[in-house]
């Protein structure tokens, strides 16, 4: 579309209204049934309890101090607490004189907060900043995620409290967002965001697009922010695949793809259908992403920076199940995030969980399901039994993906709520973490995943490090071969393919099997497994990965080709908590030019028959 086609669309736009927001624009009507409402009851209840936690206590400062820790150390944390318990603090406010506005002293509360956040030296991160004050320059003219989302906040805030707000805040939110959004995205870009192929083209371009919705009246400016915007949702598009897999993991996917159908949703209302993003095949098979990705309740196949255990975005998860009646399900209610869930606490998230769930529950679990996603070389599987529900996943791919781990074969292996074989997901976001340095930490680096340590060697990053699928199927057994030989960037390795089965038959079991060629021989070869148990050698040829009750994994072997080993580790997880994990490594005894090695993961429950 050209610009100019697009002013001609923008001319004819709906005008701004809270019909945006609530059915025939009642906002009264709406809070007044929310607050009775049988399904928001739990998240109303957390809104209400975050209230009794902040009551009395003042705004946090963000001091020059913190903020210039980030430069002096590469520490994010000490900063980014105190900028997110400012949202939280907003977002609730806001929340609470929806729900209440007989009570002044909620309105008062927002409106001190509101002016806090204007007052802020800058929106963005100091992550995401140079390191350096002196190249920092005009402060104004940088754009992140959070001062993107920051603006698409304030501008709901003002269409969503209106004539409530004081003229002159009210002025000021427009003025601010402006000043820090809407003028250095037209005058002093392009940002490096605006191409990009992943999150950050649809949180930065999609939030400055939909507060640009809410509150430019010019046609001809909106139009110049719009045009941009919809360029940069093209680029997010263009990360995808046309499996609709999101590299970077659910974790980015509730991101990224939930603040590009906060935009589209806003701008496909504002042009009565005109301009409407949800016809696309490729966002109908993206929507489709997150029940694929859950394989055994909560716990989730986390490739990348992602956690082990999700819970869903009940708004965004019933609009998208609205928009594809029959293809995208409504996730089941126990998987409800709760309000302080996000400890990023994004108003774009916790206004649409209120708004957009509708009070027919989903069932109460996934149903069983196995999927290839051949062009992020996903194998996925969701097993549900009378014995329980068990999950597999496994994955190809190659190691220059957005959030990359190397990690090409890496699997992950859950029974019954329980991780058996893990990814370690997301460290300490730290300027280390981001930099030259990623992958000496575990949870990047394929010393983390459950993938064979060649001579010492890991596997590499880089595009050209790849894993090639041999064979993949999703069915009443899943499969996955990959040639791992370009993984590792090793001169004498001539070929090394890993197969993965699982059968879901009875207690269901996974066979790995490894095989390779060397010109000479390797130093040395080990396999190894990444699980959070302890793991406990039962006897030889025999290690068990047991869980918390009863059930648990045992690992079969064979004791003439290789040696276990178990040894804690300890990592620092996405909240900078030291966590352990263990690793258990098979020492092959003889490593030749040609080797073998296989093993089998079978689910073992005491005191039960095997089905």
Not at 509 to 530: I, K, M, N
Request: proline content about 5%.
């Amino acid at each position: 579309m050209t610009k100019q086609e697009l002013f001609a669309k923008v001319r004819e736009m709906h005008p701004v209204s809270l019909e945006l927001y609530y059915p025939d624009g009642d906002a009264a009507a709406f809070w007044e049934h929310a607050a009775g409402s049988a399904h928001l009851a739990p998240d109303l209840a957390e809104i209400r309890a975050e209230a009794e936690r902040l009551d009395g206590q003042p705004i946090p400062e963000l001091t020059p101090e913190l903020f210039s820790i980030f430069a002096r150390t590469g520490s994010r944390l000490e900063y980014e607490q105190v900028y997110f318990e400012r949202r939280r603090r907003l977002n609730t406010y806001v929340f609470l004189a929806l729900l209440e506005p007989e009570n002044a002293r909620h309105l008062e509360q927002l409106e001190d907060i509101l002016q806090a956040v204007c007052a802020e030296y800058t929106w963005c991160l100091p992550a995401h900043l140079p390191r350096e004050p002196e190249e920092i320059g005009d402060i104004d003219s940088h754009i992140d995620l959070f001062s993107a989302e920051t603006g698409f906040t304030i501008s709901e805030i003002a269409l969503l409290l209106g004539h409530r707000l004081p003229q002159a805040l009210s002025l000021r939110l427009r003025q601010e967002v402006e000043r820090r959004l809407f003028r250095p995205f037209l005058e002093q870009g392009p940002y490096g965001w605006e191409t990009a192929r992943h999150n950050w083209a649809a949180v930065c371009a999609g939030s400055i697009g939909a507060a640009a919705l809410l509150s430019v009246d010019d046609a001809a400016r909106l139009t110049d922010i719009l045009y941009k915007t919809e360029s940069s949702m093209r680029c997010y598009l263009e990360g995808f695949g046309g499996d609709g897999a999101c590299a970077e993991g659910l974790g980015y996917w509730n991101y990224g793809f939930g603040y590009f159908t906060y935009y589209s949703d806003l701008l496909r209302s504002r042009s009565g259908g005109q301009l409407d993003w949800f016809r696309s095949d490729k966002v109908r098979r993206i929507a489709r992403f997150q029940q694929q990705c859950f394989i055994d309740g909560s716990l989730v196949a986390n490739f990348s920076d992602s956690r082990p255990q999700v819970r869903v975005m009940m708004g965004l998860s019933h609009y998208l199940a609205g928009v594809y009646p029959g293809e995208v399900g409504r996730p089941p209610a126990a998987l409800r995030a709760p309000y302080t869930e996000d400890h990023c606490s994004r108003f774009a998230h916790a206004l649409r969980n209120l708004l957009w769930p509708r009070s027919v529950a989903g069932s109460s679990a996934w149903d069983a399901a196995s999927v290839y996603l051949p062009d992020a070389a996903w194998l996925l599987s969701r097993h549900v039994s009378e014995a329980g529900t068990f999950g597999f996943a496994a994955k190809g791919g190659h190691n220059d993906e957005p959030h990359n781990h190397n990690d090409l074969g890496q699997f992950i292996l859950t029974g019954r709520g329980e991780v058996f074989a893990a990814d370690l997901g997301s460290g300490e976001y730290t300027a280390g973490y981001f930099g030259a340095d990623r992958y000496q930490y575990d949870c990047n680096g394929s010393q983390g995943h459950s993938v064979p340590i060649i001579g010492g060697r890991y596997q590499q990053a880089g595009r050209e490090f790849r894993a090639e699928v041999l064979h993949a199927s999703a069915g009443s057994t899943d499969e996955l071969t990959l040639d791992l030989t370009q993984a590792y960037g090793i001169a004498g390795l001539r070929s090394l393919t890993r197969s993965l089965l699982w059968h879901k038959d009875g207690l269901p079991r996974l066979e790995l099997r490894d095989e390779y060629r060397y010109e000479g021989a390797p130093d040395s070869w080990t396999e190894r497994f990444v699980t959070w148990r302890e793991p406990e050698i039962l006897r030889p040829g025999v290690v068990l990965l047991p869980g918390a009750g009863a059930g648990g994994f045992e690992v079969s072997y064979d004791p003439g080709a290789v040696q276990p080993e178990i040894t804690a580790q300890v990592y620092r997880d996405h909240h900078g908590r030291d966590r352990v994990w263990h690793s258990l490594d098979f020492h092959a005894l003889q490593p030749g030019s040609r080797g073998c090695y296989s093993f089998t993961f079978q689910y073992t429950s005491a005191g039960e028959d095997q089905l």
